[in-house]
Nanobody, 115 residues
Framework: QVQLVESGGGLVQPGESLRLSCAASGSFFSTMGWYRQAPGKQRELVASITRGGTTNYAGSVKGRFTISRDFAKNWMDLQMNTLKPEDTAVYFC???????????WGEGTLVTVSS
C-alpha cells in the first residue's frame, strides 16, 4: 500500500524559510513532486524531480525553492526560502509509481506566510 506522509508546514513571517518533507513507502517511484492549493484556486505544480534527478520549478518559486530527493530512503524535501504571503497554501506531496504510472497524493500540510 502506497503511503505519502508530509511534514514541516507551519506559520512563518514573510522572508523566512521552511522545509517540507515527504516520506514515501509501498512502491518505487519515478517522478515525485510538490503541489500547492491556495484558497479558491486550483492545485498547481510547485516543483518536481525525476528519478534521474532532473528538476522542474514553477516560475513563481524558481530561485527561492529547492527540491531534493533521497532515493534510498524514498524521501523528498522542499526547501522554501524567502517566503511570501502568496506562498500560503496547502502543500501536497505527489509520487508516480515506477512502471504502472499511478499517481498518489499525501494529505497535505498547511503553509501560512503572514506578518
Amino acid at each position: 500500500q502506497v503511503q505519502l506522509v508530509e511534514s514541516g508546514g507551519g506559520l512563518v513571517q514573510p522572508g523566512e524559510s521552511l522545509r517540507l518533507s515527504c516520506a514515501a513507502s509501498g512502491s518505487f517511484f519515478s517522478t515525485m513532486g510538490w503541489y500547492r492549493q491556495a484558497p479558491g484556486k486550483q492545485r498547481e505544480l510547485v516543483a518536481s524531480i525525476t528519478r534521474g534527478g532532473t528538476t522542474n520549478y514553477a516560475g513563481s518559486v524558481k530561485g527561492r525553492f529547492t527540491i531534493s530527493r533521497d532515493f534510498a530512503k524514498n524521501w523528498m524535501d522542499l526547501q522554501m526560502n524567502t517566503l511570501k504571503p502568496e506562498d500560503t497554501a496547502v502543500y501536497f506531496c505527489n509520487a508516480r509509481t515506477l512502471g504502472t504510472n499511478d499517481d498518489y497524493w499525501g494529505e497535505g500540510t498547511l503553509v501560512t506566510v503572514s506578518s
